[in-house]
């Protein structure tokens, strides 16, 4: 990793809220100065400070190229992986906190707390930064409360968060580079008890002794750099894994492409997914994480099913609703007043009679994904909207719909004409306070609703 000198860090300090573009163009040479570094320092700061706001207000950390932070997780994602991790610990953690309420002291290790090796012995070498760096996967034995480990340790933007609730977090990651900016990173942002292997994550995996927590984010492109998608072709294969991922933790967390079928993904790991994670931010999904852990029954049950987007959550029983494609044969109210768009989350999920169960709607017809109800349903997790107006595809209707409205916000679902098609055929500009929804409603009428955002 370069470190940046004193020319270049106060030409970043000088110029990080400009056009990188203008910068590239038009900044004078000065000696001393690495323009490029500076450049991607100022271009990932910007990033940063919408994607991950809490590591751009930290003084000293080391941005990579623009394509790292554009594919790097947000702090968003990755604080809901630390949530997930604390969530699922939880009951050792508060068995370990009563012991010390009781009187023991804290330097005493108690039987709930196992001796913790997370590798074989090794020449770890200590650093200036305090972070423990090591080339290849071996390590020394720990006592710990807690230990994780990331065996795909990347940028490190999860680990970081994933790491504070750990009292002993290891990072694994092959690239030199990345290991050395992680390092330096981990240490700016105060995480003490992190540890930075550089070595082959599946290798040290093999190696290690028993942790509480494993994370692993497979790489999602081929040796040609072409995207995959099925996790048998993404790097590592965690489908030839699972058996060891389950011997040496507690649980593993596995990010997936939100491109998955999440059925088919559970169906893949065999009985072993304990929980689906359908992570959404800004209404657009982003990461499918399944957690593993060993079966508590002989007959492998179900998995937890979680549907977040923003600060929109809600968890469901999969086995409950394994038909959740389908229309519940509840008949439409016979006042139609409101419209509702489930979020991201909930569409991947694909639990439609839940909704409809949990919130008193009904769905609109097969397939359509919409849901209407007579009055209005507080906290529905997606977009709700005040119907004013539905009627077919007729002129006579179209007309008693638009009432010389010029433009609208339009959207089609299940409909046999596109969203820019039917704005053509309705010669309708786009924006405006009106929506229009084109949907087929159950008797399979095609049909269209205008209505107004609530």
């Known amino acids: 990793m370069t470190i940046m000198n004193d020319e270049t860090r106060e030409f970043v300090a000088m110029h990080r809220n400009e056009d990188v573009r203008e910068l590239a163009l038009k900044a004078k040479r000065v000696e001393g100065l690495d323009l490029p570094l500076a450049l991607d320092q100022i271009a990932g700061w910007q990033i940063a400070r919408k994607k991950l706001p809490q590591w751009a207000s930290c003084e000293g950390i080391v941005y990579p190229p623009h394509i790292s932070m554009e594919q790097c997780s947000s702090q968003f994602t990755a604080q809901y992986k630390s949530e997930i991790a604390q969530t699922l610990l939880a009951p050792a953690a508060t068995v370990r906190a009563r012991v010390s309420d009781s009187g023991e002291s804290d330097n005493q290790t108690t039987k709930s707390e196992p001796q913790l090796s997370d590798s074989p012995e090794s020449d770890t070498q200590e650093t200036k930064t305090g972070v423990r760096v090591s080339d290849s996967s071996e390590s020394d034995t720990l006592v710990a409360r807690s230990s994780m480990v990331d065996l795909t340790g990347g940028f490190g933007v999860d680990f970081s968060y994933l790491a ?243 433009q609208a916000n339009i959207a089609v679902r299940n409909f046999p004409l596109t969203a820019p098609q039917l704005r053509k055929k309705l010669k309708l500009a786009d924006g405006g306070p009106v929506y229009l929804f084109g949907t087929t409603m159950q008797g399979c009428d095609h049909v269209l609703l205008r209505t107004s955002k609530i």
């Open 164 to 406: 504070r609730g750990f009292s002993q977090a290891t990072y694994v990651e092959r690239q030199r580079h990345l290991c050395d900016l992680a390092e330096h990173n981990m240490a700016a942002l105060g995480l003490d008890q992190a540890r930075i292997v550089c070595g082959d994550g599946v290798e040290y995996l093999r190696q290690m002794g028993p942790v509480d927590f494993i994370y692993l984010d497979p790489a999602r492109r081929d040796e040609h750099g072409s995207r995959t998608y099925a996790i048998e072709d993404c790097t590592p294969n965690v489908l030839e894994l699972r058996d060891l991922l389950l011997a040496k933790s507690q649980y593993t967390l596995v990010k997936l492409s939100p491109m998955l079928d999440w059925r088919k993904a559970v169906a893949d790991f065999d009985g072993t997914v304990r929980e689906v994670h359908i992570v959404a931010t800004g209404n657009e999904c982003k990461e499918l994480l399944l957690v593993l852990g060993q079966q508590v029954h002989e007959e492998p049950s179900a998995p937890r099913v979680f549907c977040v987007n923003d600060n929109q959550r809600i968890d469901y029983d999969s086995a409950a609703y394994t038909q959740g494609l389908r229309i519940g044969g509840k008949p439409l109210p016979e006042a139609k007043n409101y419209l509702y768009e489930p979020n991201a989350s909930i569409m991947k999920a694909g639990c439609f009679d839940l909704v409809e169960e949990r919130f008193g709607v009904t769905q609109v017809g097969p397939s359509s994904h919409l849901f209407v109800s007579a009055t209005p349903v507080a906290d529905f997790p997606g977009r709700g909207f005040a119907i004013e107006a539905i009627g077919g595809m007729n002129k006579k209707d179209i007309k008693r719909l638009l009432n010389g409205t010029k």
